[in-house]
């Protein structure tokens, strides 16, 4: 019997250090609801027609705070990262649909002057529900062609710490929905709105920066190999456009391969160079109009490939890398109604492994036109430490 008293009175003193312990683990989410009330920026014709271009959104997120647990969580001061939810109202232009969206948060602080904070935001993410134009049901709005688009959101504001849970926040923000030309018309419907938000701490965590940041200091030179696809919506832009219906066409695939030499200059950043082999379906083709009718025709008598040279940055968080880029299609024949030779580009990586990645972003031309979204699988081949 003694020994089971001990026995017991051992366990007991453990379950307490270990609940002593988790209570003292920090609690590192947070959660915020969100009001914004703003206007539609009037950037095609049919916008500019509107005498009402007020809109309404409601969203919720919720984050973590980093706490510098990972190198990169230090090197960028403690970020928040998360997911939210947002449903946009737009009053009396019905038409446009009821869109909601599900995005990731990337949500940084700049300054911190005692209760009051300034923090800038980038929200990425997936939008349902949008009217998309439809000359049978009346919907002329040019901005978005389908239901689905790519929902992508800036802001920047400041935020009041109010008692101990608390911070009140004033933000100013843009809004970007599109669909990356996978269906036309894709003008894209942009907004700036100020943003209310209530963010709720169950805890307040001091993240204090150390005299000394652990970090790999070894910054390395890389070879990466990657093959892409795509898929865009074009439509026909000659003569007799007034013979058949508006933004009619087909649709193309895109397709190829790229290799890239990058070399890191730091631990956020690298700059390089690559070179890709494209296959457009668009560019092989030409469109024309006869009886009323839009068809397609080879444009050459064998397909021709788009050879590119591409100088890029790249910012590194992590694993997840933003890589920007312009480009040129070297030997490029363009007529009248082709696209530019130069063209650009932004896109997410992830490092799956220290070899393995993909890649998701958008093609671009004239710096705002989407062209095409790209998606991408990729293999670092080399990964040398530079001496």
């Not at 026995?7 to 590192?28: G, N, T």
């Not at 710490?161 to 608390?166: P, S």
């Not at 070879?223 to 087909?250: H, I, N, P, T």
Request: charged share 20%; aromatic share 18%.
């Amino acid at each position: 019997m003694k020994n089971f008293y001990t026995y017991f009175l051992v366990l007991l003193s453990i379950l307490c250090k270990a609940q002593e312990a988790d209570s003292l683990k920090p609690k590192l989410w947070t959660a915020s609801a969100n009001a914004e009330y703003g206007m539609v920026l009037p950037t095609n014709i049919h916008l500019k027609s509107y005498p009402h271009k007020a809109f309404a959104a409601y969203s919720f997120e919720f984050l973590k705070q980093t706490n510098g647990e990972k190198d990169w969580e230090s090197l960028y001061n403690h970020p928040q990262i998360g997911v939210g939810f947002i449903a946009f109202d737009f009053l009396q232009n019905r038409q446009m649909g009821s869109p909601f969206a599900i995005y990731g948060i990337y949500n940084a602080k700049i300054k911190q002057w005692g209760s009051l904070k300034w923090y800038h935001n980038i929200n990425l993410g997936i939008s349902f529900n949008s009217n998309p134009f439809d000359l049978d049901k009346g919907y002329y709005n040019t901005s978005v062609g389908s239901k689905t688009n790519m929902f992508i959101g800036l802001g920047t504001g400041l935020y009041y710490e109010i008692g101990k849970h608390f911070d009140l926040g004033m933000n100013l923000k843009f809004n970007h929905l599109s669909n990356g030309s996978l269906k036309i018309p894709n003008k894209g419907l942009n907004s700036v709105t100020p943003q209310l938000s209530l963010v709720y701490y169950p805890e307040r965590v001091s993240l204090k920066k150390a005299d000394t940041i652990t970090l790999n200091k070894e910054k390395y030179n890389t070879l990466e190999f990657s093959v892409f696809a795509g898929r865009k919506d074009a439509f026909y832009k000659g003569e007799r456009r007034d013979e058949v219906k508006l933004y009619d066409g087909f649709d193309y695939s895109i397709y190829g391969a790229e290799a890239f030499y990058l070399r890191q200059y730091s631990a956020k950043s690298a700059y390089g160079i690559g070179v890709g082999i494209t296959q457009d379906e668009e560019y092989n083709h030409s469109m024309y109009v006869s009886d009323s009718t839009v068809y397609q025709k080879k444009r050459f008598s064998k397909n021709q490939l788009l050879f590119s040279v591409i100088p890029t940055y790249r910012l590194m968080i992590g694993n997840l890398y933003v890589n920007v880029g312009a480009g040129y299609y070297v030997l490029k024949k363009t007529t009248k109604y082709d696209k530019t030779a130069f063209f650009q580009r932004i896109a997410l990586q992830y490092q799956f492994t220290d070899r393995l990645f993909a890649s998701f972003g958008i093609n671009a031309y004239d710096f705002h036109v989407a062209n095409y979204l790209e998606w991408k699988l990729g293999y670092t081949f080399s990964k040398k430490v530079r001496k």
